[in-house]
């Protein structure tokens, strides 16, 4: 069944590849060398491609304004996903309620406008009015603002609050400028402190950025960015092979052979913070039961999934953190046992009729898989999981939807979905805890309610000892892990296909900062 089902694809794909090249040369500008083989300051032009459209520019609701080179954080993640200084140069705490933050006195924002905390301290505000969650994620009780100190205090003692502001929906923006431009103009064209500001912006197409010559940190080398959104992935890896783009990001694994002989490109294989999931919906009562769960999460082959899918840039998972972080956990990584599987949907009081199917009151078992092709693996895991369940006898429906965000969260209907979720994106498993699985969490569209996983987050957001929060962070995991609320398949590289002209950049796990002021090419 699986080799079907990848043949399959493969035919499609060839048959999209040639129709492809055919159109695709038209359909963008290429950049070429000059005599010398270098580029000219003028036609310092790069091109990237990423999976998932953007509505609009909005930095309260998106990433695309922090990864465009638009906006900035108060904090970021260095290399080695360690916290530092961005727009604050320094931040202390004495009891882990009341903040004080020195902003950087060099900064300006693009429209020339001088950084200080007030202006902080209202972008701040701005984000929280607009992205109900954050005010959750932040608990900020109160901002004082003074020259370029900010002190914030929180509403309980609250260590996190420094990784929660490198989340990129703190970006800082000038709201003064919103006020002036209007709202609708100012979410398709936010004023930032970053190297690169709005030229161009097409919703759902592609952003323009040029450069911002009087940059805090140095003038960018580049002097535009065209960023192009594309769900498909076989028409990003056919761009890249054009050479219509020159970075793009979220490659098909079974395509990168063919990219990896064009000696003038390169493939970035990068161990990321991400993991592959099954998503339940609690509300369900198809899979309300944990014997469903835990027979479904049986049905799931991860072993094939990175070797067969990801074609080995996967490593099989054993829970929401990989295992090689201090806060991973050691439960073996479940295996596909379909006996086994059956037996549990036997004890949840199914039986298998003599079709093969699994029923219950007469009624067999029928499953809605949602899943989407903005990430090229999901929708082939999700087969997977299908023609594995089908073996059990339990029938999964697969549903293909555009932006699942929405769907999950404007939807009831659904059983599971494929998803996927950057599951410690600043070196820590708070944010991922808070976000997918408290009640006021913008991840937890599948309404999940665990009692003793909320007291453990609530006691984990007010500790500040380093090894007593992995030791939260781990019995924290092995409450999902027991409840069955995801099943955690695999984690995956962050595939990414780069032209060798692009020098003095590399893609980075935490996948925040793309458009850098360093990012130059040959």
């Known amino acids: 069944m699986k080799t079907n089902v990848f043949s399959i694809k493969k035919l499609v794909i060839l048959a999209l590849g040639l129709m492809m090249l055919i159109t695709v040369g ?16 003028k036609d310092k032009n790069v091109t990237m491609i990423f999976s998932f459209k953007s509505p609009n520019l909005d930095p309260h609701t998106g990433f695309t304004p922090i990864r465009a080179g638009v906006t900035e954080t108060l904090l970021k993640l260095d290399e080695h996903s360690n916290i530092e200084g961005w727009l604050a140069e ?31 301290k209202a972008s701040i505000e701005r984000s929280i009015a607009v992205n109900e969650s954050l005010g959750g994620s932040l608990k900020i009780q109160s901002m004082k603002a003074d020259g370029q100190k900010l002190i914030i205090t929180t509403t309980e003692p609250y260590p996190a609050l420094s990784s929660e502001l490198v989340n990129p929906y703190t970006s800082i923006v000038n709201i003064a400028a919103e006020k002036e431009m209007g709202e609708e103009a100012f979410r398709n064209a936010p004023v930032g402190t970053g190297p690169f500001k709005v030229k161009k912006f097409t919703s759902n ?31 990003r890896a056919l761009a890249l092979q054009s050479k219509e783009a020159d970075v793009v990001y ?34 369900s009562p198809n899979v309300s039961d944990i014997k469903v769960r835990e027979a479904l999460n049986l049905l799931l082959d991860r072993k094939s999934i990175a070797d067969d899918i990801m074609l080995g840039h996967a490593v099989p998972a054993n829970g929401p953190f990989n295992s090689n972080l201090p806060f991973g956990i050691d439960d073996e990584v479940k295996e596909l046992d ?31 898989l949602i899943t989407y092709k903005a990430r090229p693996e999901l929708p082939l895991i999700a087969q997977l999981f299908q023609s594995d369940a089908a073996k059990a006898g339990v029938e999964i429906g697969i549903k293909m939807v555009e932006n699942a965000d929405t769907h999950l969260a404007e939807n009831s209907d659904w059983d599971l979905a494929t998803y996927s979720n950057n599951t410690s994106p600043r070196g820590d498993g708070s944010y991922f805890l808070n976000t997918a699985f408290t009640e006021t969490g913008a991840l937890n569209v599948g309404k999940i309610n665990i009692p003793e996983l909320n007291e453990l987050i609530n006691e984990l957001n007010t500790t ?12 924290a995991a092995n409450i999902i892990n027991k409840e ?39």
Not at 26 to 41: L, M, R
Request: glycine share 6%.
């Open 205 to 235: 197409q592609e952003v323009q950025v040029i450069k911002n010559d009087n940059y805090w940190a140095g003038k960018p080398k580049i002097n535009k960015a065209t960023i192009k959104f594309n769900e498909d992935a076989n028409v």
């Open 90 to 120: 320094k931040w202390e705490t004495t009891d882990n309620v009341t903040w004080e933050f020195i902003i950087r006195d060099d900064v300006t924002f693009q429209d020339g406008a001088k950084l200080d905390a007030a202006k902080v």
């Open 338 to 368: 379909i006996e086994k599987a059956k037996e549990l949907l036997i004890e949840a009081g199914y039986k298998q009729n003599d079709a093969g199917k699994m029923e219950k009151d007469g009624k067999t078992i029928k499953l809605e």
């Open 484 to 522: 069955i609320v995801h099943s955690y398949a695999v984690y995956p590289n962050i595939l990414v296909g780069v032209n060798n002209r692009i020098k003095g950049w590399a893609p980075t796990a935490e996948e925040y900062y793309i458009i850098t002021h360093t990012l130059d090419v040959k």
């Open 26 to 41: 038209c359909s963008a500008e290429k950049s070429h060398s000059d005599a010398e083989g270098e580029k000219t300051e």
């Open 464 to 475: 500040s000892d380093l090894d007593e929060r992995i030791q939260l962070t781990k019995e």
């Open 250 to 283: 979220n490659l098909p694994a079974e395509g990168i052979e063919a990219i990896k002989k064009d000696t003038a490109l390169k493939i970035e294989s990068v161990h990321g913070l991400r993991s592959h999931f099954v998503l339940f919906n609690q509300k």
